[in-house]
């Protein structure tokens, strides 16, 4: 049985690296969360405007859980990220499948809760494609990567 377990668990984790979630569906799938969620930059820009029951999820792809600034997480999400959890692909659709199960697995105790009841069945990949093009790491990225800047434009 053991052999089995482990022989899923490296499949589990092996799937992430070969999964590539479509922005474009997952923007459209985002109609799922956005009456909890929204995605609203640190400037204030609206990119989805949704509900505040959930944090805002503007730069989570990366993001330590339980650490969104302002919002009132569970104590299991909190002990979770205080236990390593940051938002990767594998991790965001295992939560999203089914948030409870993976808090309790992630932490190892069969009495974590998760805030979050909601079980996205299907897309999770394509609305993590879509939140990963929505964070401070995107204008970083762009800059690094020699995309000119308006005044840059302006003197050449």
Known sequence: MKLLTAVATL?????????????????KGFNKCKSCHMVVSDSG?????????????WGVVGRTAGTYEGYKYGKDM???????????EASFTAYTAD???????????????????FRLKKGAE???????????????????DGEATTEETATN
């Open 78 to 88: 909190v002990a979770a990220g205080e236990a390593g959890l940051a938002w990767d």
């Open 126 to 144: 394509d609305i993590y494609a879509f939140l990963a093009m929505h964070g401070p790491a995107d204008a970083a990225d762009a800059d690094a």
């Open 99 to 117: 948030p409870k199960a993976f808090l309790r697995d992630y932490l190892g105790d069969k009495k974590a809760k998760s805030k979050m009841s």
């Open 11 to 27: 499949g589990l984790m092996a799937a992430p690296a070969f999964a590539e979630g479509d922005a474009d569906k997952g923007e």
């Open 45 to 57: 820009d609206v990119i989805i405007k949704g509900g505040k029951t959930g944090p805002n999820l």
